[in-house]
């Protein structure tokens, strides 16, 4: 596989250009300059709040120098909460590329997306001259969510998704699986799991942190389509989402924007600490697929058993379908027909060793399905988490 | 009728996961018998593997996915109507009334 070397050691598998906006009122602004570029690489993220929040900040920070971005344009209306000079220093230090653009300072709409446009293509010349370098498999940071699921996700994609973890983590490299959420039901199973009795207590900790929360807001992430599809309970669908995280021991609990320090399977926290706050821990699966790329993901498993269509912003998305229905009416979305397993047509080792070697093709630079029809989605809003507890990584 | 292919996830579970469609009648083979289908259930839904009684834990995956509200026949449809969650019973009743929220 080749990579883009950054100064922090990490690779990246693409070489991408954010822009990114920092209040909603400069997202149009940042979409003008993006629509301009006409570029897959140019790619449009964002926060749309005014007010600031610590790890609202942290996650742009994080994702604005992930491996896979190259370079990036802020664009800011002038009055925001967001930090923006920080920000831009934080990505200055790490050696990319980065211009800042205030809409108030120049001109207005035209005049700044005219800027933008150059700004883009600067950045873009200059990181086109960065050679690529080789980059092994125990140097890539895999993530998986599931969205859309149903009575089908926990016996073919997401069992799928665990071989393959297995045969990721036995390469050395790192996978990250989440949304303590949906995993209420498996404390027990997965703090068997935990690499130290410490983190064992931490991972019960972080579930019933997870049970509490939905609890107060009186519903659990639980769709009406997962019924229809054939789930009853939050601790069915939970035992279906964590087919995915395999058999391998977990070394670690992070929470977003943690980078794990070693390989391994790692569990991500993304409930909020302390009281209900600012509504649901994610409101839609791109929130988590954000998270997961703060925490370093250069790709992403994405499980659908109902059809799931989304891609993401800065890290490729693969999509793995469970349903075999689905797949018939969403081929042309989907990357893996992992209902195959359903209608006896191959087994989860079958289709885990597909997903395995197509991870490898789309890290070494073939699109994803959902690259190739244009999905760059992202979404953030707020919360807040305290920093994860000493015994949580491995020493 | 026909026949309608269905998983058992572990040897431990009560409920059986339908790889098809099935109709009122259809057979499924299940521990060397054959289980006639009580209603019509789809891809993915669970059926009684044997007769379950109110209050019985429902055994997927070899754990515990909830309980029984009201029992089910061998071959009977386990979903929403007879069976809850253990866990966000206050979720469970809400979305038995169509509310819920993402997947």
Redesign the interface.
């Known amino acids: 596989m080749k990579g883009y070397l950054r100064s922090d050691g990490r690779k990246g598998i693409r070489n991408v250009v954010l822009v990114a906006y920092l209040v909603e009122c400069a997202h149009h602004v940042a979409r003008k300059i993006v629509q301009t570029a006409d570029d897959r690489a140019v790619q449009l993220i964002g926060f749309p709040g005014c007010f600031p929040n610590e790890y609202a900040f942290s996650m742009m920070r994080s994702v604005c120098t992930h491996p896979n971005v190259g370079g990036v344009v802020l664009l800011s209306l002038g009055c925001e909460g967001f930090d923006r000079e920080s920000l831009a220093a934080a990505i200055a230090a790490t050696g990319r590329p980065v211009e800042t653009l205030v809409i108030q300072e120049n001109g207005g709409t035209a005049r700044t997306a005219e800027a933008g446009a150059a700004a883009v293509a600067r950045i873009r010349a200059a990181i086109d001259r960065q050679p690529d370098v080789d980059m092994a498999l125990d140097e890539l940071v895999v993530g998986t969510v599931c969205g859309g699921s149903d009575g089908t996700s926990g016996i073919s994609a997401n069992p799928a998704v665990g071989r393959c973890f297995d045969r990721l983590v036995e390469a050395g490299a790192t996978c990250i699986f989440e949304e303590t959420g949906e995993l209420i039901g498996c404390e027990e199973i997965m703090a068997d799991r935990a690499a130290t009795p410490e983190l064992a207590a931490e991972i019960r900790a972080a579930v019933n942190k997870a049970a509490r929360y939905y609890e107060t807001l009186g519903y659990g992430s639980f769709a009406p389509g997962n019924a229809e599809g054939g789930l009853t309970t939050q601790e069915e669908k939970s035992m279906g989402a964590y087919a995915k995280s395999g058999a391998s021991p977990i070394s670690g609990l992070i929470k977003p924007g943690d980078v794990p320090p070693t390989g391994g399977l790692y569990l991500l926290d993304v409930v909020p600490d302390g009281e209900v706050r600012f509504g649901f821990p994610n409101i839609s699966d791109n929130a988590e697929i954000v998270e997961l790329i703060a925490c370093g993901c250069h790709l992403i498993l994405f499980t659908t058993g109902r059809g799931s269509v989304v891609g993401s912003a800065v890290s490729p998305v693969i999509k793995i379908c469970a349903n075999p229905d689905t797949y018939r009416k969403l081929a042309g979305d989907m990357d893996i027909d992992a209902g195959r397993i359903i209608e006896g047509r191959g087994s989860a080792d079958d289709v885990g060793l597909e997903i395995f070697e197509r991870v490898q093709r789309v890290a070494d630079g073939a699109q994803s399905v959902s690259e190739a029809l244009g999905h760059q989605e992202f979404i953030l809003t707020y919360k807040q988490f305290e920093p994860i507890g000493p015994s949580c990584l491995p020493v | 009728m026909s026949d309608v292919?269905v998983?058992l996830?572990h040897p431990d579970d009560n409920v059986l996961?339908?790889?098809?469609a099935g109709r009122p009648g259809d057979r499924v083979a299940c521990d060397g018998e054959s289980i006639g289908l009580r209603e019509s259930v789809?891809?993915?839904?669970?059926i009684a593997r044997r007769d379950l009684g109110a209050g019985e834990d429902?055994i997927?995956?070899g754990?515990?996915?909830?309980v029984m509200t009201t029992p089910a026949a061998a071959g009977g449809h386990?979903?929403?109507d007879n069976?809850?969650?253990?866990?966000?019973r206050?979720?469970?009743r809400?979305?038995e009334t169509?509310?819920?929220?993402?997947?």
């Open positions: 292919r998983v996830l996961v339908c790889c098809g789809e891809l993915g839904h669970k429902v997927k995956y754990v515990c996915i909830g386990v979903h929403v069976m809850t969650s253990k866990y966000i206050s979720h469970s809400r979305r169509r509310e819920g929220t993402r997947s």
